[in-house]
Nanobody
Framework: QVQLVESGGGLVQAGGSLRLSCVAS???????MGWFRQAPGKEREFVAA????????RYTDSVKGRFTISKDNTKNTAYLQMNSLKPEDTAVYYC?????????????????WGQGTQVTVSS
C-alpha cells in the first residue's frame, strides 16, 4: 500500500515562494507523480505532473513559468516549487501517484492521494 504525505504549505504574500514536498512510502519510484489543488467551492484541478523517470513534465497553463515539479526517486519524494505566487493560487494542494504512468491531468488517472496541504496567498 502506498501512502503519500504532503508538507510545505503555509501563508505567503503575493509574489512569494513556497516549496511543497510529498514523501511516499512504498514502491513509488516507478510511478508518475502529480500535483492537484482544490479551492473552496471549486473542483479539484490539475497543476503539474512528472513522469516516473523525471524526464517528462507537464503543467496547467496558469502555472507555467512559475511552478516547477521535480522528484527524487532516491528519497521517494516529489516536489512542487512555487514562485511568484498569486492570490488565485490559494487552495489545498494534493500530491498523487499514478501506477499506469499516464502522466495524466485527470484526477481519475491517479491511484493514491495525500491528505493535502493548505496554501494561502495574501494580496
Amino acid at each position: 500500500q502506498v501512502q503519500l504525505v504532503e508538507s510545505g504549505g503555509g501563508l505567503v504574500q503575493a509574489g512569494g515562494s513556497l516549496r511543497l514536498s510529498c514523501v511516499a512510502s512504498g514502491r513509488t519510484f516507478s510511478y508518475d507523480m502529480g500535483w492537484f489543488r482544490q479551492a473552496p467551492g471549486k473542483e479539484r484541478e490539475f497543476v503539474a505532473a512528472i513522469s516516473w523517470s523525471g524526464r517528462y513534465t507537464r503543467y496547467t497553463d496558469s502555472v507555467k513559468g512559475r511552478f516547477t515539479i521535480s522528484k527524487d526517486n532516491t528519497k521517494n519524494t516529489a516536489y512542487l516549487q512555487m514562485n511568484s505566487l498569486k492570490p488565485e493560487d490559494t487552495a489545498v494542494y494534493y500530491c498523487a501517484a499514478d501506477r499506469s504512468r499516464s502522466t495524466g491531468t485527470n484526477p481519475a488517472d491517479y491511484d493514491y492521494w495525500g491528505q493535502g496541504t493548505q496554501v494561502t496567498v495574501s494580496s
